[in-house]
Every structure is written in structure tokens, then in C-alpha cells.
């Protein structure tokens, strides 16, 4: 019998989780959960809806979703809309000031939606809470 693979970074993972140590594989079943997991079809990774999960007997190679920061529109967006978040559910809005973390949303005056509005924004991968970001300087 071999010995199982153990990964601390779960977007590293390049075998099938039959491959996996039990505490890797717990923790990308739980990623999963979250609906923060992909898996390697031979050609590009897709998503994992958070209701397929993850079995040991599943053939393809599943990994946590690598974090990404949001794009957001910065060029389309008024100049006057200095900040920009997502909050918990996914939508995503642009802020005259700086917005306050509320406990599922950010609150502030003067907010737009841009989800779903501008073509140029990119949902990124990171936890709502930390996708707060502050218009570039020119």
C-alpha cells in the first residue's frame, strides 16, 4: 500500500482524492461545501456545484479554487465612486466613501450595483469580507 499525499495548500493538488490523506480530503470536502472547488476535466478546470461534493472514488482531479481578487470597472465607474465591494451574497456595488462591513453586507451613501451592469467587472474568489478595494490613483 502506498502512503496517502498531504497538502497544506489545497489549490496545489494535482492527484484524484483516493490519492489524498484523510486530512487533505476532509478539508477539500469541505471547500467544496463552500462551493470553492473545481476539478481538471483534461482540458480546463470547471466548477464543482456544492451539491456534488467529493467521493475517494471520483477519477478527476479536484482542487480548491485558487483566490482571486474582483475586477471592477474602474474606467466605466464616475469618478466620484471611490470604493468598490462585494457583499456576502455575490452582488457587487461601488461607493461614493469608504463602506462599513456590516455582518453579510458593506453599508455606505452613494452606492451603484455593478454586478451584472458592466461587462469589465470579474467576480474574483475571495471571501466577500476581504474584497474591499479603494480606486486606483491615476
Known sequence: MTDKLHYFELTKITCPPGLLDD???ERLKECTRMGKCEYWDGAAW???P??????RADVYVHRAVPLTMPVYPWAALHERLKWCAVDENGEAYAYIDKPTKRSYEWDSVGIIRIDGVFADYIPGTLDWRDGLQKRPEE
Open 23 to 25: 486530512d487533505t480530503f
Open 46 to 48: 470547471k466548477p464543482i
Open 50 to 55: 456544492s451539491h456534488h461534493g467529493v467521493r
